[in-house]
T-cell receptor
Framework: QKEVEQDPGPLSVPEGAIVSLNCTYSNSAFQYFMWYRQYSRKGPELLMYTYSSGNKEDGRFTAQVDKSSKYISLFIRDSQPSDSATYLCAMSVVHGGSQGNLIFGKGTKLSVKP | DAGITQSPRYKITETGRQVTLMCHQTWSHSYMFWYRQDLGHGLRLIYYSAAADITDKGEVPDGYVVSRSKTENFPLTLESATRSQTSVYFC???????????FGDGTRLSIL
């Protein structure tokens, strides 16, 4: 079993929909959780970064962490065509040294239709 | 403009050839990373470096060599390229402590 599981999609939604993207993980030592957005032929860019369980909101984006269930989510409200991209979850045990290296999910490809 | 740049953006070469991918960052970040991204596998860590002259293997290091003589540069060399190394390669960097990784825009490498 891979450490981080993420449904690759593709996921297609109409403009204005609420999008839910999810990852599960098996290593209970993971403490830092990130979501990256990757547009076609570009590098991943950091979208959200959380440390603790609970919710973190930034504009239309909400990151949710449930450490007891080993489950993280990214919600996108009022989705726009410009949100069409691949979304990667990533996590690490600590934030320093070799243990600070990130483990990535395989990414979910999202398409928002006008 | 500050950032992380990779070169070349696209490269086609033949099996058995040596090829070097370049990565340069202007943030003076301590940590630098090389990943490959393949369909069905996602991003996998090849090598990383915690500082100049300090490098270590990641998940898939076989067939690759890195060096870090200067903080800002982290070249990746395929000494004898194989078709299985056809991939998109990303370089990333981050600062010390509670800092996220920032990625370059990648090098798309095809080995014929």
């Amino acid at each position: 079993q891979k450490e981080v599981e993420q449904d690759p999609g593709p996921l297609s939604v109409p403009e204005g929909a609420i999008v839910s993207l999810n990852c599960t993980y098996s290593n209970s030592a993971f403490q830092y959780f990130m979501w990256y957005r990757q547009y076609s032929r570009k590098g991943p860019e950091l979208l959200m970064y959380t440390y603790s369980s609970g919710n973190k909101e930034d504009g239309r984006f909400t990151a949710q962490v449930d450490k007891s269930s080993k489950y993280i989510s990214l919600f996108i409200r009022d989705s726009q065509p410009s949100d069409s991209a691949t979304y990667l979850c990533a996590m690490s045990v600590v934030h320093g040294g070799s243990q600070g290296n990130l483990i990535f999910g395989k990414g979910t490809k999202l398409s928002v239709k006008p | 403009d500050a950032g992380i740049t990779q070169s070349p953006r696209y490269k086609i070469t033949e099996t058995g050839r040596q090829v070097t991918l370049m990565c340069h960052q202007t943030w003076s970040h301590s940590y630098m990373f090389w990943y490959r991204q393949d369909l069905g596998h996602g991003l996998r860590l090849i090598y990383y470096s915690a500082a100049a002259d300090i490098t270590d293997k990641g998940e898939v290091p076989d067939g690759y060599v890195v060096s870090r003589s200067k903080t800002e540069n982290f070249p990746l060399t395929l000494e004898s390229a194989t078709r299985s190394q056809t991939s998109v390669y990303f370089c990333a960097s981050r600062g010390n402590g509670n800092q996220p990784q920032h990625f370059g825009d990648g090098t798309r490498l095809s080995i014929l």
